[in-house]
């Protein structure tokens, strides 16, 4: 049956989508290892400066060193190299990396074909976005480090770690490799057709997770090769596979949505990546992307309060 069926289609029965071969090699990653490699020289400047690492690592290969900076230090130095503000208190000297390798990945038009074959070509840079380097885990065992961005990620619905407000946004999630992403390094699983479940119950610990009573259907872990894209629905339960290697997994998250529809990220800028019907909308200016990003940092800054990024208490009964 799946034969007869456009991807589109598949999507919408499955859940997920694999797209072979999105960002080419030289073209698109090369930029992005150049950037990070240039972003990593200067963090393990500054946190050796800082005395807080006791060693630049400089006379290790780029996958290496950024394995020890992000395990050895005891201190959240991987937000450093995140592409979104986190929803927490921030001050004029919280990171955000807005360089233009991001913004081009963002736009990337091979990324946004995909996305139109499933959402339509009015479409939405959604500011839900992260960069995920993942050292081994037995070296992370070490510290006190929890978040998502570097350890193991749980069962969730993208949906469900988002604001009610958007629920009926058609935000779909692309996720792409950087390194390979395998059974060993901690690739993603998915429930293919869990998305057909509806919303589940999500509950918060240091990540927001569905228990696992309110779990069905069989994992389907999805290895993929560098420059591969994982497309998810919004509902599509995930999560990731600990990295049992001696490498670091790398990936970016993205998200897009039709133009018009809530983000669930009020605060964050978003911009149109691309329109068919009114192509003088999208947004090509890198500076004026960052000036966005800056503008929204200074509103955050100046305020104590955070409004929730979800809906969930731990004290529901699912939770007990
Ligand atoms: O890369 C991961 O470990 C988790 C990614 C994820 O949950 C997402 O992209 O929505
Ligand atoms: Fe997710």
Known sequence: MFLTMNSSQRFMEQGYWVVPNVLDPIIDLQPLKDDYAHLLEQVAERAFQAGIIPDRFAEF??????????ST???NLFKAFDICLPNEPLTEDSPLHLSEAIFNLLRNPRILDAVEQLIGGEIYSN???????????????????TSTLVRTTGWHQDQGVSREVADQTEMITVWVAITDA???????QVIPYSHREGMSVHC?????TIPPHLLNGEPLPV???????LILHRLTKHASLPNISSGIRWSF????????????????PGFVARSRNNPAQELHDYAEWVARW??????????????????WNSDAPACA
């Open 204 to 208: 918060p610990s240091d990540e927001m």
């Open 223 to 229: 290895p993929l090769k560098a420059g591969d894209a």
């Open 294 to 311: 800056q503008a929204a940092k200074a509103r955050l800054v100046a305020q104590s309060f955070r409004e929730k990024t979800h809906r």
């Open 127 to 145: 500011p839900i976005q992260h960069v995920r380097i993942k050292p081994p885990q037995a070296v992370l065992s070490t510290n006190r480090l």
């Open 182 to 188: 395998t059974l060993e390094n901690g690739c993603l």
């Open 73 to 75: 230090a005891q201190t």
């Open 61 to 70: 290969p780029f996958e290496t060193r950024m394995g020890k900076l992000l």
């Open 253 to 268: 998250d993205l998200r897009y949505q039709p133009i018009g529809q809530p983000t669930g990220r009020d605060e964050l």
